[in-house]
C-alpha cells in the first residue's frame, strides 16, 4: 500500500517549457487535490476534484490545468512555466471530500523554472 | 489579514520544555480544525484533529476557542524528535476543498 506517490521527484524546466506532475493514490479515496507550497509558507490550494470526473479551482489556479484521468490518477499540467511557478508541489487525497477527513499527501515534486 | 495565521516561531527549547502554539482563522464559520506536522522537506502529516471540546493524545493538547476563533496546540515533555513545522488548517463549512493552511511554526527541540 504505497498511499499517494507523485512522480517525478524534481524536475527543471526552462520558461515557456510545459509538463505534466503525475499523483496517483491506492486508497480508494474519492477527493484529491494539487497544492503549491512556497518557501517559508503554508500550502495553497491550485486545484482539487471532489470526486471522479469533477474537477474545480482553488486559492491559485491561473497558469495550471488539471485532469482526474480516473479514480486513482490526478494530473497537474503546466502549459508555459514561469519562474513564478517554481515552488513544491503536493498532491493529496481524502476519503470522501468532507470537511473533517484527513488528507494523505504525496512526497512532493519539486520544480525549479529557470 | 490572512484567514489562518499562526505564532511566526521559530521555537527553540530545551529537551522536556512544555511549548504552546497558537493559532487564529477569521472565519467564524469555520467548521473543522486540524494540526500538521511537516518535517524538513517532506509532506505534511496529520498531528491531530482539533475537537470543541478539546482533545488530548499523549503528550500533545489541543484545544478549540470559537468565541476568540483560535485553536492551540501545546507539547509537553518535549523530544528532539518533536522539532518539525506545525501547520495549522482550518476547513471551511462546506468540504475539505476549502482547506487553508496556516504557514506554519517551526519548533526545534535542542539537547
Known amino acids: 500500500n504505497a498511499g499517494v506517490t507523485q512522480t517525478p521527484k524534481f524536475q527543471v524546466l526552462k520558461t515557456g517549457q510545459s509538463m505534466t506532475l503525475q499523483c496517483a493514490q491506492d486508497?480508494?479515496?474519492?477527493?484529491m487535490y494539487w497544492y503549491r507550497q512556497d518557501p517559508g509558507m503554508g500550502l495553497r490550494l491550485i486545484y482539487y476534484?471532489?470526486?471522479?470526473?469533477?474537477?474545480d479551482k482553488g486559492e491559485v489556479p491561473n497558469g495550471y490545468n488539471v485532469s482526474r484521468l480516473n479514480k486513482r490518477e490526478f494530473s497537474l499540467r503546466l502549459e508555459s512555466a514561469a519562474p513564478s511557478q517554481t515552488s513544491v508541489y503536493f498532491c493529496?487525497?481524502?476519503?470522501?471530500?468532507?470537511?473533517?477527513?484527513?488528507?494523505?499527501f504525496g512526497p512532493g515534486t519539486r520544480l525549479l523554472v529557470l | 489579514r490572512k484567514e489562518v495565521e499562526q505564532d511566526p516561531g521559530p521555537f527553540n527549547v530545551p529537551e522536556g520544555a512544555t511549548v504552546a502554539f497558537n493559532c487564529t482563522y477569521s472565519?467564524?464559520?469555520?467548521?473543522?480544525f486540524f494540526w500538521y506536522r511537516q518535517d524538513c522537506r517532506k509532506e505534511p502529516k496529520l498531528l491531530m484533529s482539533?475537537?470543541?471540546s478539546g482533545n488530548e493524545d499523549g503528550r500533545f493538547t489541543a484545544q478549540l476557542n470559537r468565541a476568540s476563533q483560535y485553536i492551540s496546540l501545546l507539547i509537553r515533555d518535549s523530544k528532539l524528535s518533536d522539532s518539525a513545522t506545525y501547520l495549522c488548517?482550518?476547513?471551511?463549512?462546506?468540504?475539505?476543498?476549502?482547506?487553508?493552511f496556516g504557514d506554519g511554526t517551526t519548533l526545534t527541540v535542542k539537547p
Open positions: 472565519n467564524s464559520a469555520s467548521q473543522s
Open positions: 476534484s471532489a470526486s471522479e470526473g469533477t474537477t
Open positions: 486508497m480508494n479515496h474519492n477527493s
Open positions: 488548517v482550518v476547513n471551511g463549512n462546506t468540504n475539505a476543498g476549502k482547506s487553508t
Open positions: 493529496a487525497s481524502s476519503d470522501g471530500g468532507m470537511q473533517w477527513e484527513t488528507q494523505y
Open positions: 482539533v475537537y470543541s
